[in-house]
């Protein structure tokens, strides 16, 4: 049977009256915390009136808006491999004169499109995986402990990245070499790398290099992709929230904004991250043997530790090094982040209004 609820006196005899009995008031206050601790957390952490989405649905809608997001910008992506895997190589240099390059030469398939493969395979997973255990910790951060908004969502972001790399960091591996390489048998660059495709590459690496070689720069790539996430989704649930006020919080903000505060969120992360970026992408493309001397596609071999790495590229190759792919990359993060977020948040309306779990 449902607990009665106890409606608030409307007039002062009212009032008085119900003031002096203990047991309505005890009811009403029952009544009105359940209340406050059953409403939702929206972005932002503001709560709304509706039921919350189903961690089954954010599941789904996460994996979907990674999925398709890392799908779109793919040529981005690579174009950004390109640079920083080959900075001295000068038909890379440009984002157009590369992105035309690599097309011309290599074709749409296994150029532009080289190690997609394990780029797709990796996404679905790891963002489903990213954004369950993000909204998971900010329900719990809000919703019961009470932990400010801000805190909240750089928490989540750090640690929906950290669980989620199990899946991307070795599928980032499999694509970034494959992506340096191109096609298979590149006349047009040499890389060092030669996969037939993605089963070959994986026997590849595990007989030549061992299984621990998939891992290749896991530290290197949490340094740069948790405070990337962090920064990102803090960025996101602000200029979110922001956008909403100023359409009216029961109004649709409309695609418009939904795009502009995931661009501005992930753009802006992005171009922060750069440097950690390089020393990520540099660090699981290199090749270790120590009497391969440093050319055009196969710059110095850099150490494992970030800071070491970074001064070695600032040393060798000024700030210009430090910060090489951010044009990419910036326009990789904001394009890869507006669509995502755009499609998580569509695919969640959608699957409350038509329910498959």
């Known amino acids: 049977m449902a607990e009665e609820q106890v409606a608030a006196p409307t007039s002062s005899a009212e009032s008085l009256a119900f003031s002096m009995d203990p047991t309505l008031v005890e009811l009403h206050e029952k ?23 189903s961690m089954a649905n954010v599941l ?25 895997g080959a900075p001295n190589v000068v038909k890379y240099k440009t984002m ?29 997973p790891a963002t489903m995986l990213f954004f369950g ?15 400010p ?12 990245d950290f669980v989620s790399s199990v899946i991307y960091v070795p599928s980032e591996v499999l694509k970034t070499r494959m992506q340096l390489q191109g096609r298979h048998n590149n006349p047009h660059f040499d890389s060092g790398y030669n996969y037939r495709g993605l089963t070959d590459a994986v026997r590849t690496i595990v007989r030549a290099e061992g299984p621990g070689a998939l891992l290749y720069g896991y530290k ?20 979110h929230q922001w956008a909403q006020e100023f359409v009216g919080r029961k109004r649709d903000m409309g695609v418009g904004l939904e795009l502009a505060t995931g661009a501005l969120a992930g753009g802006l992360a992005g171009v ?43 040393k060798l190759e000024g700030v210009a090094g ?11 993060t904001s394009i890869q982040s507006s669509i995502m977020l755009l499609i998580y948040q569509s695919t969640l309306k959608i699957l409350e209004e038509h329910p498959v779990f």
């Open 31 to 53: 009544h009105h915390h359940q209340h406050v601790l059953e409403e939702p957390a929206m972005p932002g952490g503001a709560a709304a009136s509706g039921t919350q989405h």
């Open 60 to 84: 789904l809608a996460g994996g979907i808006g990674g999925a398709i997001g890392d799908s779109v910008i793919y040529p981005l992506d690579m174009v950004k491999t390109r640079q920083q």
């Open 96 to 124: 157009s004169r590369a992105s035309w390059t690599i097309l011309r030469e290599e074709g749409l398939r296994k150029g532009v499109y080289g190690g997609y493969s394990p780029a797709i395979i990796g996404a679905f």
């Open 133 to 147: 255990t993000y909204e998971y910790i900010k329900r719990l951060f809000i919703n019961r402990w009470g932990v």
């Open 149 to 160: 908004e801000t805190l909240t969502h750089l928490t989540a972001g750090f640690l929906g």
């Open 220 to 239: 290197a790539t949490l340094i740069r992709d948790l405070p990337f996430s962090a920064l990102q989704f803090a960025f996101y649930e602000k200029f």
């Open 272 to 314: 922060i991250t750069t440097p950690l970026d390089v020393v990520k992408t540099r660090i699981q493309t290199q090749h270790n043997d120590p009497k391969t001397a440093p050319t055009a596609s196969k710059p110095a071999t850099l150490s494992n530790s970030t800071v070491g790495a970074l001064r070695t590229v600032y």
């Open 322 to 332: 430090v910060f090489s792919g951010v044009g990419p990359r910036l326009f990789w």
